[in-house]
């Protein structure tokens, strides 16, 4: 067409571009269909005459018997029916393959590139015809760059349309870390934001998407420094800060550019001029300045307390890099720095001998004898009888022997072990309150790279703490005074960046007092000021914020913004506290300094504090660093605070509560008023996706597909250890035995917005997005009949001046009405399941397995009538725009081709096209209309059932329908011919009340008051399908004598369990009337003639 070339198509199929088929979720109400691909001829013409209507000539209708053209089909199919009974009598014989081996592979399907010359940022070409089938890779082809470059997802260009509000919606992007590539989760995330985004977008919201990327300190680090090992064998402290920091800023720049990447490759409709990252310098000055307003609040001190210390990375690390591993008991954890495996999960018994009393003594449990040279005490409740006589006396350390006092306190559980606990305020959090609580001094016996202290003496100093715990156990053995060990249920506290076993070190650091803000963030969500949805994550909230402590924030790091706090260096008594001075600069803190000692600031030496702020204190700001404060932006007056603030449910706490803390406090306002929160994504199995079961998925695989070697190659190229490697492999090689298959994106998005923010995790299968994908392609089909039927001189019809001319018009407009109605509310409500299955249930369900079959013998009457081709245009035009949101590509891609409404100024891109309101179509909505045109489905689905009974595979048999009921036999004239289209049938006629039924004709109830009749006679052979329908039969008995003997198991639902038993009932109840009526066709002589209808 216009020298044009067809899309190439890189891989051949041996199905079709209507061979692929719906699977689960989907099938739900699913009714078998004719192809889309081409038109048929009209069936037939129909009239009404006095008694029994009569048939006029049909196509479908049978020939005569005695024909050749019948004979040779009559044996053709008696061919078909002896082999289909032979394949039967084998199943029951148990012949058959078993269900494992008749599974097939996913085959490849047919790949077409879009290989027009197109510059990026250039409009995509689609003057050409549509493929014929639906290709992912062709149809995500070059919409991106052009609407970056049209500016389409930029506020300023919003503000200009048609359609806008004067309203405004912002949202900033979870920054993901710049050291990795997006998952799953994150997908998940983008593809729910995205959806909100362009949908407040096409109503005529001004729009502002912020994207950005955090800087992530600890991750960060930790990859160039293992980059700087193995390429240089050069260490981090053998460079200086300002050299190591260089290197970092250059893998950034090389490698930190993939997350955008993937972004768009999403269809993130991002606004990338406003693209921030934590570490850029608008974010430095944030930083500075929220440290420095927090500590002149009093809300930032330093102080020695306990933190949590990861040996490996030599940091303080942040609760949210803490994972709290449960042990079911003895359970052996190879670690860093140990060459061998160290045991958890058991309980070590020590005596502690009473001071004065050789022969009595206190037996204390521990999981943790390597602390002990730091216990100041032993602790017992004060009412636990077993002690009572002990209180106020002194113990005798059982290594170093110095007294020990026994003292009591309330948090003791005396049924915990022997009831006596050892006392470490230096390495235990609960230990370190109750030693506050007693006055006792800590004892520090774990340095900050996990070896003992000189405090341990000469023959632990130096040693790994887990090796230090081994000699301790030994030596308490020798001296006797181990009491024994068992298995122990228990949490570890593991360093999820490290692998490393959390030490509790005492050490001095920079802490934000969290008390009064928590209190703040806890009252605005018991208000309402603040919403978050689903509404049971409020309990969490609160209990976190009645409990929360203060936030360490120093990080001994290179990589982050480095403390704004300066250490007066002098001369001071020993006893007497450092001095130190905040600023945001050093000047500033040197004037400070200045005021504090009373010394000219040019005399004194100031040392900045090495130590890097938490990754999530800037995060923590970036709703409204990321629009320029503390200056007072133009952004910041108009996007603040943000519309809505959408995350995964595991960051609520450690980065939303942070978030409204800040910003509460710095800006004198909540930084969004509602919080949306999406679960866990898990695979199908309910397991957490992770790396160390090979089940984590990367969200390019599944659009672009990948093989399983190169899902093999990347488990290899990882950081697991052989032993670990071959099972995840294995596990892999289980879940994905032929690879993952091509989803593309827009199956991708929609399939995880199908899942319900209120439901639990989210379970995902890849054969789910498949599933998606098979919908897409049923959308660019029903789009390439719709083209085809339009022609290239048609001309559409406003909106408004709609109105339908028969019908099922009138049926399908009233759903689309529908579909656009659930749509807004689903929007509104940000459920946006209610969205993906209102469109799946109107494109699937409603346009193609019913309205596109009805339609088309109805296009061939001549002439033509008009109503049809502009109520398909209207369905393609608003049913796209309403898809738009979620499947962006595919929308735009088939959009693009329709032809413009006249008198108005099309929209450039369906992504800036106004959004249908279910009010702007509530005119054709007609609820009588679809509750009598379910009725209509329901016969439909009779018809099916009595043609599946009877194996009628192409013949076009005709059907009577009778009702006692004076409503029916309106209802059912208005649809007769779609009845026949639908139902595969030949003519479809009425049968007066009380009429006698025709002989030979199949009959099904369709209520209490109204039959179908079919008519059977010369197209069934009884001597056949008998033997069949026995065959059948068997199995079904076999099924239902399985069920009714077995017992059920234990959580089967009895309700579940009975409907499985009534249907195969009822299976077998229809069989056995199929038979007897064939056994009566055999009895019967044909018919001299059949009714006139």
């Not at 979720?25 to 889309?36: A, G, K, N």
């Not at 912002?170 to 985004?197: E, F, K, R, W, Y």
Request: charged share 20%; proline share 8%; aromatic share 8%.
């Amino acid at each position: 067409m216009g020298g044009k070339a067809w899309p190439r198509r890189a891989v051949g199929t041996a199905g079709g571009p209507c061979a692929e088929q719906i699977s689960a979720p989907f099938q739900t109400l699913l009714m078998p269909h004719l192809p889309l691909a081409s038109f048929r001829p009209p069936f037939w013409g129909l009239r009404h005459s006095r008694g029994l209507p009569r048939f006029h000539s049909v196509s479908t209708q049978s020939e005569p018997h005695g024909s050749p053209i019948s004979r040779r089909n009559r044996e053709a199919k008696q061919k078909r029916l002896r082999e289909k009974q032979a394949t039967l009598e084998a199943e029951i014989a148990g012949e058959s393959k078993s269900p494992a081996e008749s599974i097939k592979a996913w085959r490849p399907k047919e790949l077409v590139l879009y290989e027009i010359p197109t510059k990026p940022g250039e409009k995509k070409d689609v003057s050409g015809p549509l493929p014929p089938a639906y290709s992912p890779r062709y149809v995500e082809a070059a919409w991106y760059p052009w609407w970056v470059r049209e500016g389409f997802f930029k506020p300023e260009y919003q503000a200009r349309l048609p359609q806008a509000t004067g309203e405004t919606f912002s949202m900033c992007i979870p920054p993901p870390n710049v050291t990795g590539s997006l998952h799953i989760g994150h997908a998940l995330t983008v593809a729910i934001q995205d959806a909100l985004v362009r949908w407040h977008r096409m109503r005529g919201d001004q729009v502002l998407w912020v994207p950005g990327s955090d800087h992530a300190g600890i991750a960060t680090q930790a990859v160039v420094e293992k980059q700087l090992w193995k390429e240089r064998g050069v260490r981090r402290h053998e460079l200086s800060r300002e050299a190591f920091l260089r290197e970092v800023w250059q893998w950034k720049e090389a490698k930190g550019g993939e997350i955008c990447e993937q972004l768009r490759a999403l269809g993130a409709s991002l606004d990338w001029d406003r693209e921030c990252f934590t570490m850029d310098v608008g974010s430095s000055v944030a930083v500075t300045e929220a440290f420095v307003r927090l500590y002149k609040a009093g809300l930032l001190y330093r102080n020695h307390q306990l933190v949590n210390w990861s040996c490996a990375l030599r940091s303080a690390i942040s609760d949210i890099e803490v994972e709290n591993r449960p042990l079911p008991g003895h359970t052996q954890l190879r670690l860093p720095g140990c060459p061998t495996p160290v045991s958890f999960g058991l309980l070590f018994s020590v005596a502690f001998p009473v001071d004065g009393e050789p022969d009595a003594e206190v037996v204390v449990g521990t999981t943790r004898p390597e602390t002990l040279p730091g216990d100041v005490a032993v602790a017992v409740h004060p009412d636990d009888s077993r002690y009572t006589h002990l209180h106020g006396r002194q113990l005798r350390h059982p290594l170093m022997g110095q007294p020990l006092p026994l003292i009591t306190d309330y948090a003791v559980q005396p049924h915990v072990g022997t009831g006596a606990v050892k006392v470490t305020p230096a390495h235990s959090p609960a230990d370190a309150e109750m030693g506050a609580r007693h006055g006792l001094s800590p004892l520090n016996v774990i340095a900050e790279d996990g070896t003992m202290t000189s405090l341990c003496g000469d023959w632990l100093q130096g040693l790994h703490r887990f090796v230090a715990r081994e000699k301790i156990m030994s030596v308490l053995s020798e001296w006797g005074l181990f009491r024994g060990l068992q298995n122990h249920p228990m949490v570890l506290p593991i360093c999820s960046r490290s692998g490393d076993v959390i030490e509790y070190l005492l050490k001095n650091q920079w802490f934000v007092r969290c008390q009064e803000m928590g209190a703040r963030a806890a009252k605005a969500v018991e208000s309402g000021a603040l919403e978050l949805s689903p509404s049971f994550h409020q309990k969490n909230w609160q209990h976190w914020f009645s409990h929360i402590g203060d936030w360490c924030v120093s990080r001994q790091l290179w990589w982050g913004h480095q403390i704004p706090a300066y250490l007066v260096v002098e001369d001071h008594a020993q006893g007497e506290e450092d001095c130190w001075v905040v600023g945001r600069s050093e000047a500033e803190a040197r004037e400070v300094a200045a005021e504090l000692t009373g010394r000219p600031g040019a005399e004194l030496t100031l040392e900045r504090d090495p130590d890097v702020l938490d990754t999530w204190f800037s995060s923590a700001l970036f709703p409204f660093s990321a629009l320029g404060w503390p200056q007072e932006t133009p952004d910041l007056a108009r996007f603040y605070p943000l519309s809505l603030l959408e995350t995964g449910s595991d960051l609520l706490l450690f980065w939303v509560g942070r978030m409204v803390m800040l910003g509460t406090q710095l800006t004198g306002q909540l930084p969004f008023s509602k919080v949306l929160l999406h679960p866990m994504v898990r695979d199908r199995q309910g397991r957490k996706m992770s790396k160390s079961l090979g089940n984590v998925l990367d969200p390019r695989d599944i659009i672009s597909g990948v093989e399983m070697q190169v899902l093999q190659e990347k488990l290899r190229s990882g950081n697991l250890d052989p032993a670990e490697l071959a099972i995840v492999a294995a596990a892999q090689k289980k879940d994905f035995p032929h690879g993952i298959p091509e989803c593309g994106t827009d199956a991708l998005r929609f399939t995880l917005c199908s899942h319900g923010v209120q439901a639990g995790d989210l379970h995902l299968s890849v054969s789910e997005v498949q599933s998606c994908r098979h919908f897409c392609n049923k959308i660019w089909n029903a789009l390439r009949f719709i083209l085809n039927a339009l022609g290239e001189k048609f001309v559409p019809q406003p909106a408004e001046e709609l109105s339908p001319s028969s019908p099922m018009d009138a049926w399908i407009l009233s759903r689309l009405a529908l579909a656009a109605q659930e749509c807004e509310r689903g929007f509104l409500t940000r459920e946006l399941s209610l969205v993906t299955h209102a469109l799946h249930h109107f494109w699937l369900h409603n346009l193609c397995d019913v309205y596109l079959e009805a339609v088309k013998p109805v296009l061939w009457h001549s002439p033509r009538p008009l109503g049809p081709p502009q109520v398909l245009f209207s369905c393609a035009d608003l049913g796209l725009r309403l898809l738009a949101p979620l499947m962006p590509f595919l929308a735009e891609e088939l959009w693009q081709r329709l032809p413009p409404r006249p008198g108005c100024p099309p929209a450039p891109s369906i992504s800036v096209a106004p959004y249908p309101s279910a009010c702007s179509l509530e005119h054709w909505r007609q609820p009588e209309l679809e509750r009598r045109f379910s009725r209509v489905q329901e016969v439909v689905q009779v018809l099916r059932a009595l043609r599946a009974t009877y194996q009628l595979t192409k013949a076009r048999p005709r059907v009577l329908l009778q009702s006692s009921e004076p409503g029916d036999q309106g209802l059912f004239e208005a649809f007769l011919e779609p009845l026949g289209t639908l139902g595969y049938c030949g003519a479809v006629g009425l049968l007066p009340p009380g009429a006698a039924a025709p002989s030979g004709w199949a009959q099904a109830p369709l209520s209490d008051t109204a039959q179908v009749y079919m008519e059977l006679q010369g197209l069934v052979d009884p001597q056949i399908q008998l033997p069949l329908l026995a065959a059948r039969r068997y199995k079904l008995q076999k099924q239902l004598d399985s069920l009714t003997a077995r017992t059920p198991s234990e959580g089967e639902a009895g309700t579940q369990r009975q409907q499985k038993l009534s249907s195969l009932q009822l299976e077998l109840s229809k069989l056995d009337k199929a038979a007897s009526h064939l056994r009566q066709l055999m009895d019967e002589p044909p018919a001299p003639g059949s009714p006139e209808l």
